[in-house]
């Protein structure tokens, strides 16, 4: 397929362009907001044409893949399925700006996904079919922590205001494990949330999120950027079995039972956008849904605005799903409301963390 891609960031960059060349697709346009810049890395990266006109984005392709800041996914994406044609759109859909609802609603139309590309790693798909095989966990604990403290200038600055991202390290690195979540256990019934330690323009470093399901299950994800040693661990407990991934990403699956401990080894792809790219080339030429279609990303989007809701009111439980009306905007103040529990204050961040930028597999990921 013919391929335009909306966005010329470090994750067009470094996956989405090498994973297309790998699987024999062709990137035939580079869209970008500065046409000289999207100009320069199209002829950096053999694209035969790079711009800012949006219009010829549909224009002589067969798919298009959307890596723009947040606040313009789901407008590129509408604009697309308007002109006929699939749509692979980075995570997180929409965030908690809440445009994404209808993306995808309906039967019959272009192939609509998101790129929550977790749900392909061997591991994942092991712990899943452990779940279908019978067994019932009663917790999850999910913690994240990668240092990103970008400057005024910095790039990616723009992560830092929600109106633009949709959200703080909850909507960036969150979004990925919340989507497991959905995945492995299918939607939450309630959101209890304490976001904090904000950016000036309103994104919150660390969030506190538990998610509650009628079955008894609850998750608890911890979420942080700061300047602290990183972790990412994903790990599932009940009837006397731990099954852990940590980190997430390494593929190693540790099980912890009476029987004592094994391990297993099963590694994602080098390149995780390109089993992604595969299955919604093979979706679209199948006709079946991708890994992750965009009304189950959908999901996430309404946990993180259920997360602001329930921090807006001192982590007061929320319950799901939200109605349209129901669902509120993403607070831009720089200061969390007060803590009413010295546990949930939350820490500034240290003169180390502050003079930090981007590092870390977790943002842009």
Known sequence: ????????????????????????????????????????????????QGDSDEAALVRGVDAVYVATPVVRHVPLAERVLGAGLPVLVEKPLAGGLGTGARLGQGSGGPCAGVAYYRRLAPAVRLLREELLLGWVPDRVEVRFRCAFDPGPEHPMRWRT?????????????????????????????????????????????????????????????????????????????????????????????RLHSAAGERELSLPPALNPHQPLIADFV?????????????????LVDEVLAAAERSDASGGAPVRLPLSAEAAPPLRTDAEPPPRTTPEATPQAPSSADQARSHRGSGVSD
């Open 1 to 48: 397929m013919r391929w335009a891609i909306a966005g010329c960031g470090d994750v067009v960059q470094r996956r989405v362009l090498p994973a297309l060349r790998a699987l024999g697709e062709e990137p035939v346009r580079l869209w970008g907001r500065d046409p000289l810049r999207a100009a320069e890395i199209a002829a950096r990266h053999g694209v035969p």
């Open 161 to 253: 205001d929600p109106a633009l991202s949709g959200g703080g390290v909850l909507a960036d690195a969150g979004s990925h494990r919340i989507d497991l979540l959905h995945l492995l256990f299918g939607r939450a019934d309630e959101v209890r949330a304490r976001l904090g330690r904000r950016f000036p323009e309103g994104a919150e470093r660390l969030a506190e999120v538990e998610l509650r399901w009628a079955s008894g299950l609850r998750a608890r994800v911890h979420a942080e950027w700061s300047g602290a040693p990183a972790v990412d661990r994903f790990a599932v407990s009940g009837g006397g079995r731990t099954l852990t991934l940590d980190p997430l990403d390494s593929g190693l699956l």
């Open 282 to 298: 093979a979706a679209v030429a199948s006709g079946r849904p991708p890994v992750c279609p965009a009304p189950e990303a959908h």
